[in-house]
């Protein structure tokens, strides 16, 4: 099916015009409209349209070999590009076959103990404990679960639906029981912001798709009202709207920062790493893979297989013979 003309008169303006209508991320705007930014400045601001196959390679190249970019840098720069040629400029893009893409090395993720987890929620204070527990108690994403709404917390099943994971599918987890209480307070706290909201005839927030369209009045409402609201309203970066956006996960990862620097715990974590424990935490429980592949919302188990290679750290799960060496 033929893509819709463009309306944007400028290149960057085009590209955010095309990815808003296959509906892709704001992130991924960002991500994609930085590379191409970048691809239009490295070649002295020269018209896209006039460029093709060397000037990527090129552009490439100079990402590998002057700025020594990670390989997954390297793809994401990659398929900016392929995006934009082929979404926006509509150019035919045989010669993409034909650039060379980095291999991605396989690396195991850091895997926190469940000590050293307790110790960083001793250290994190108020709501960013809480979403610390939830992350780590759920396996959930940190942008699934900043984007959580009233509606989605099942406490009379236990249950959380996250909206529009990755790939836009929705799946269900579960609620730490552990955690009910507290989130209930937290919901209490955000029920005050939202009445203030109300009040102030600032009570909408953004809405997925076309529903505030199809639903005039859903974006005001208690049940789309986010879990985890941010402090201060904010502009909305597509639409202008002033509005209340959820917390902001570079608060997190700040708070998250420093929790793990006071608790002198010398690994590279950072939130994800919830996420990476939880997962382990469930096979060294004698899970099925499967089962933590459908609750991590991975598409393929290959992807959750990494974790039983993170269980065998250590000479893959073997012994060592001096460690049956009497003692001297």
Wanted: glycine share 8%; charged share 25%.
């Amino acid at each position: 099916m033929p893509l819709p003309p463009l309306k944007s008169v400028k290149v960057l303006d085009q590209l955010r015009e095309r990815i808003r209508y296959l509906h892709y991320s704001i992130r991924t705007e960002e991500v994609y409209v930085y590379w191409v930014r970048t691809f239009i400045r490295f070649h002295g601001l020269q018209h896209p349209a006039t460029m093709g196959g060397p000037e990527v390679e090129a552009f490439l190249s100079w990402l590998a070999n002057s700025r020594n970019v990670a390989a997954s840098t390297h793809k994401q720069a990659l398929s900016a590009l392929l995006f934009f040629f082929g979404k926006v400029l509509g150019t035919d893009l045989p010669w993409m076959k034909e650039i060379g893409r980095p291999r991605t090395k396989t690396r195991l993720p850091t895997v926190l103990s469940p000590e050293e987890v307790a110790k960083i929620f001793c250290i994190l204070t108020g709501e960013h404990r809480l979403f610390a527990q939830l992350l780590y108690g759920t396996g959930m994403r940190i942008n699934e679960g900043l984007q959580l709404r009233v509606k989605d917390l099942d406490f009379d099943h236990g249950t959380i639906i996250v909206r529009e994971g990755k790939g836009g599918k929705d799946r269900a987890v579960m609620l730490p029981q552990r955690l009910v209480s507290a989130l209930r307070e937290q919901l209490s706290r955000s029920r005050v912001l939202w009445s203030a909201d109300q009040e102030a005839g600032r009570g909408s927030v953004a809405m997925p798709d076309a529903l505030d369209r199809k639903y005039p009045r859903a974006g005001t409402s208690w049940n789309w009202f986010w879990v985890f609201p941010q402090d201060t309203h904010s502009v909305d970066p597509r639409s202008g709207v002033v509005r209340r956006h959820h917390m902001y996960d570079q608060t997190f990862q700040r708070a998250f920062k420093r929790a793990l620097t006071l608790t002198g715990i010398a690994k590279p974590a950072t939130p994800h790493s919830l996420r990476h424990s939880f997962a382990t935490t469930l096979l060294q429980a004698g899970y099925d893979i499967r089962t933590v592949q459908e609750l991590l919302g991975h598409a393929d188990v290959a992807t959750t297989m990494i974790y039983t290679h993170v269980l065998k750290i250590g000479g893959r799960g073997v012994r060592s013979p001096m460690d049956s060496l009497p003692e001297t």
